[in-house]
């Protein structure tokens, strides 16, 4: 009689503290699976926004070497444009889920993708004798006709009076002065302008 209370009381201690432990664990699971499925729809929204930057960057490029690749002479040191690396699904959900790196990297994307629209209407608004004669030169931060236009590794170009507004730093082994760049947020050096002056 002895053994069965006790066995019996040691059973209904327990069981109270077996279902509360499970609860608990069901409220952790949910919690960590809601931070999973908000962390994987930042994640598809990231990777969209960054594809169509990338649609965005190719528009462009393609609209400012237009004349070169329409009399297959295209005079600029890159072969296309600088686009961005979208992430993948494969190699995010490993660790910790960083949702406030994701949503910065959203707006920054979103930034991006405003700024490369303008410049594809700024482009498309120039007579189409204009693009053919000469290339399309104007600042890609303030859409001037400046002359003192400089192409930047980066893919952008950029006036003189917007390259003094920027961060600036020296190169190490080359003691060039590489500069941040106020579109994309790359260091980025300044380079030979390499385009066809047509009079």
């Known amino acids: 009689m002895f053994r069965s209370k006790k066995l ?6 327990h069981v109270p503290l077996t279902m509360s432990s499970i609860n608990k664990a069901q409220s952790v699971d949910c919690r960590g699976r809601d931070t999973q499925r908000r962390y994987a729809g930042y994640l598809w929204l990231e990777i969209s926004l960054t594809h169509r930057l990338n649609e ?15 009399q297959a002479l295209i005079c600029y040191r890159e072969t296309g444009p600088v686009l961005e690396d979208a992430p993948s699904f494969s190699n995010s959900f490993a660790g910790t889920y960083n949702s ?3 949503r910065a ?31 399309i030169r104007f600042c890609h931060m303030c859409i001037g006709s400046a002359e003192g236009v400089v192409s930047m590794s980066c893919g952008h170009r950029i006036c003189c009076l917007c390259m003094s507004g920027l961060s600036s730093q020296v190169d190490r082994s080359s003691q060039a002065p590489l500069y941040e760049c106020g579109l994309c947020w790359k260091i980025a050096c300044a380079v030979t302008s390499h385009w066809e002056q047509i009079p």
């Not at 965005?56 to 329409?70: M, P, S, V």
């Open 8 to 13: 019996t009381g040691t059973v209904s201690n």
């Open 56 to 70: 965005k960057l190719k528009t462009r490029w393609l609209l400012e070497n237009e004349h070169q690749l329409h």
């Open 100 to 102: 406030h790196g994701v």
């Open 105 to 135: 990297r959203i707006q920054f994307l979103r930034h991006r993708l405003e700024k490369e629209q303008e410049l594809i209407d700024e482009i498309m608004q120039q007579p189409k004798a204009v693009r053919y004669r000469r290339s």
